[in-house]
């Protein structure tokens, strides 16, 4: 402010001597205009005037710093005049000051300042384009994966067993025991003659061929396949056969395996097909699996004949043989093998949604022969199974062996095997059991050959087999069971007309020999085969 009271006072004070200065000039001119003519005076007037304006100029600039002396006293009283009021206007006369003495360098100011800012903009912009939330996106993404589990439906899920269920029989009679998983409590012949059953609804009771379920009964109920009669029947536990309760399967074909899913629904496989199937008849045509409601009555099948092959113009039927469920589906071995027993192919697994009745993979077990027994391992999460080889092969032994398949949701994979050749003598029988990473299969030997059967286990983490035991005929050792929780293999003996136990607590599995338990001494039966219940 006092900048611009100077510059006001310095150019008044300019004015005033610039009037003075014509002034004087004016009056001189006027003497000696009277000897000119008008036109010339008036000119000479002219130039004299812009003469004495640059006199009035050169004057003007050397009374400068006088009158700026002046004006400094002037300004000092105004100052003093205004002293008080200063505090109050000082930032606003200020940046008045700044505006009339520096507005370029306040335009360069404020544009330093817009250069910065955009420079801190630049600077800024990386981090901020730097989100981590596209990084995030992948594990935002985990769909593919939760969505299975989110519609996963587990569609059996078997009860602890609570011990074993043992066929006694000496090819005409039969009877059934327990053995409980704790302490071994044994159930001697609970059921034991065909007199014990109601003769119009079991009778004739239990011939040779009773088979035993892949998997235990929910409620601990202790259930046989009659496979000839085509009946299933089970027993409420610590209960005589009076409380015996059936199923009787029409058209049935042989009934081999029997899975109750958590639904209610049972799958029941028909082993053979029906080569007189009447298409007026619903459900007759065999070589499937059956489905039946919760109260036994047939609703549907699952036929298996398209997973037949034809061998030289012989149509093959598929022959069920047993049942496993893993990943979500049950998998069911296939003989594929032509009704005369005769022409043999590649044996087949086939895959079932039980969510849709409907067969959703195939594979072929390439070079082996009448694949039967089958097991799920969760311990590794592999599905293992065992190949007996055809009676009418070459050598059963180069189509026997032990097999194991990891699934990835979409296909099966190798994940290990062992030819029978590699084990022993002869080719395997077609029971399988597993614990931890160990299969459990008996070597088959003919009717009383020597020497005889044998139990074998394999490693299925490097492949390696061990010799447990053997009998001392072919045909003796039949069922096998394994108790997980108190670490032992059941092993039935028809021979010694006794059940083995093996302790597979150690890393060596050894018999223990002095608990083999006789499973029907009343009836003097030898235990043929085991389950669990």
Same mark, same amino acid.
């Given at each position: 402010m006092g900048r611009l009271v100077k510059a006001e006072l310095l150019l008044s004070l300019f004015a005033i001597l610039s009037l003075m200065a014509f002034s004087a000039c004016d009056s001189s001119s006027d003497d000696s205009s009277d000897n000119l003519p008008s036109g010339d005076a008036d000119m000479e007037l002219a130039i004299d005037g812009d003469d004495v304006e640059a006199d009035a100029v050169e004057q003007?600039? /050397?009374?400068?710093?006088?009158?700026?002396?002046? @004006? =400094?006293?002037?300004?000092?009283? @105004? +100052?003093? =005049?205004?002293? +008080?009021?200063?505090?109050? @206007?000082?930032?606003? +006369? /200020?940046?008045?000051?700044?505006?009339?003495?520096?507005?370029? =360098?306040? =335009? /360069?100011?404020?544009?330093? /300042?817009?250069?910065?800012?955009d420079q801190d903009v630049l600077e800024i912009e990386p981090e901020v384009e730097i989100e981590p939330e596209l990084e995030l996106e992948p594990e935002l993404e985990p769909e593919p994966e939760l969505e299975p589990e989110a519609e996963a439906i587990v569609w059996h899920q078997p009860p602890a067993p609570h011990g074993v269920l043992v066929v006694n029989s000496d090819g005409v009679s039969s009877s059934l025991s327990t053995i409980a998983f704790a302490n071994q409590t044994l159930d001697e012949a609970f059921v034991g003659s065909a007199s014990e059953l109601s003769p119009d609804t079991l009778a004739p009771l239990f011939p040779m061929d009773l088979e035993l379920p892949s998997y235990p009964l929910t409620g601990n109920l202790r259930g046989v396949l009659d496979v000839p009669n085509d009946r299933y029947i089970w027993f409420p536990p610590a209960a005589k056969a009076v409380s015996a309760q059936q199923i009787k399967i029409d058209y049935g074909f042989g009934i081999p395996d029997i899975i109750q899913l958590n639904d209610g629904r049972y799958y029941v496989l028909r082993l053979d097909s029906n080569p007189a199937e009447n298409p007026a008849v619903d459900f007759d045509e065999g070589g499937d699996v059956l489905i039946l409601d919760d109260t036994g009555a047939a609703t549907g099948r699952i036929d298996l004949a398209a997973y037949a092959d034809t061998v030289d113009d012989v149509v093959l039927e598929p022959h069920p043989k047993r049942m496993a469920y893993a990943w979500g589906l049950v998998w069911v071995t296939l003989g594929n093998y032509d009704h005369n027993l005769n022409v043999w192919s590649d044996a087949k697994l086939v895959a079932i949604d039980p969510s849709d009745d409907s067969v959703v993979y195939q594979y072929t077990i390439s070079g082996q022969h009448n694949c039967e027994g089958i097991a799920y391992m969760p311990y590794t999460d592999k599905l293992a199974l065992v190949c007996q080889g055809a009676p009418n092969d070459d050598n059963p032994k180069s189509h026997s062996g032990i097999f194991g398949y990891a699934w990835d949701g979409s296909a099966l994979t190798e994940a290990f095997s062992k030819q029978a050749a590699y084990m022993g003598f002869y080719p395997l029988s077609g029971k399988i059991a597993v614990y931890q990473q160990h299969v459990f299969v008996c070597e088959s030997a003919p009717l009383m050959a020597q020497p005889g059967d044998a139990l074998w286990s394999m490693n299925t983490l490097n492949s390696a087999t061990a010799y447990i035991f053997g009998s001392l005929f072919g045909q003796d050792l039949g069922g096998l069971a394994v108790d997980e929780a108190s670490q032992v293999l059941y092993v039935s003996d028809k021979y010694i007309a006794a059940v083995r136990l093996v302790d597979l607590s150690g890393s060596t599995f050894v018999e223990l020999t002095e608990d083999s338990i006789v499973t029907d001494s009343v009836n003097s039966l030898p235990p043929v085969n085991l389950g669990l219940y």
């Amino acid at each position: 402010m006092g900048r611009l009271v100077k510059a006001e006072l310095l150019l008044s004070l300019f004015a005033i001597l610039s009037l003075m200065a014509f002034s004087a000039c004016d009056s001189s001119s006027d003497d000696s205009s009277d000897n000119l003519p008008s036109g010339d005076a008036d000119m000479e007037l002219a130039i004299d005037g812009d003469d004495v304006e640059a006199d009035a100029v050169e004057q003007d600039l /050397e009374l400068e710093p006088e009158s700026e002396s002046s @004006i =400094d006293g002037d300004m000092d009283n @105004i +100052e003093q =005049d205004t002293s +008080e009021p200063e505090e109050e @206007i000082d930032p606003d +006369e /200020e940046q008045e000051a700044d505006v009339v003495d520096g507005d370029l =360098d306040m =335009d /360069e100011a404020e544009s330093m /300042e817009e250069v910065e800012a955009d420079q801190d903009v630049l600077e800024i912009e990386p981090e901020v384009e730097i989100e981590p939330e596209l990084e995030l996106e992948p594990e935002l993404e985990p769909e593919p994966e939760l969505e299975p589990e989110a519609e996963a439906i587990v569609w059996h899920q078997p009860p602890a067993p609570h011990g074993v269920l043992v066929v006694n029989s000496d090819g005409v009679s039969s009877s059934l025991s327990t053995i409980a998983f704790a302490n071994q409590t044994l159930d001697e012949a609970f059921v034991g003659s065909a007199s014990e059953l109601s003769p119009d609804t079991l009778a004739p009771l239990f011939p040779m061929d009773l088979e035993l379920p892949s998997y235990p009964l929910t409620g601990n109920l202790r259930g046989v396949l009659d496979v000839p009669n085509d009946r299933y029947i089970w027993f409420p536990p610590a209960a005589k056969a009076v409380s015996a309760q059936q199923i009787k399967i029409d058209y049935g074909f042989g009934i081999p395996d029997i899975i109750q899913l958590n639904d209610g629904r049972y799958y029941v496989l028909r082993l053979d097909s029906n080569p007189a199937e009447n298409p007026a008849v619903d459900f007759d045509e065999g070589g499937d699996v059956l489905i039946l409601d919760d109260t036994g009555a047939a609703t549907g099948r699952i036929d298996l004949a398209a997973y037949a092959d034809t061998v030289d113009d012989v149509v093959l039927e598929p022959h069920p043989k047993r049942m496993a469920y893993a990943w979500g589906l049950v998998w069911v071995t296939l003989g594929n093998y032509d009704h005369n027993l005769n022409v043999w192919s590649d044996a087949k697994l086939v895959a079932i949604d039980p969510s849709d009745d409907s067969v959703v993979y195939q594979y072929t077990i390439s070079g082996q022969h009448n694949c039967e027994g089958i097991a799920y391992m969760p311990y590794t999460d592999k599905l293992a199974l065992v190949c007996q080889g055809a009676p009418n092969d070459d050598n059963p032994k180069s189509h026997s062996g032990i097999f194991g398949y990891a699934w990835d949701g979409s296909a099966l994979t190798e994940a290990f095997s062992k030819q029978a050749a590699y084990m022993g003598f002869y080719p395997l029988s077609g029971k399988i059991a597993v614990y931890q990473q160990h299969v459990f299969v008996c070597e088959s030997a003919p009717l009383m050959a020597q020497p005889g059967d044998a139990l074998w286990s394999m490693n299925t983490l490097n492949s390696a087999t061990a010799y447990i035991f053997g009998s001392l005929f072919g045909q003796d050792l039949g069922g096998l069971a394994v108790d997980e929780a108190s670490q032992v293999l059941y092993v039935s003996d028809k021979y010694i007309a006794a059940v083995r136990l093996v302790d597979l607590s150690g890393s060596t599995f050894v018999e223990l020999t002095e608990d083999s338990i006789v499973t029907d001494s009343v009836n003097s039966l030898p235990p043929v085969n085991l389950g669990l219940y």
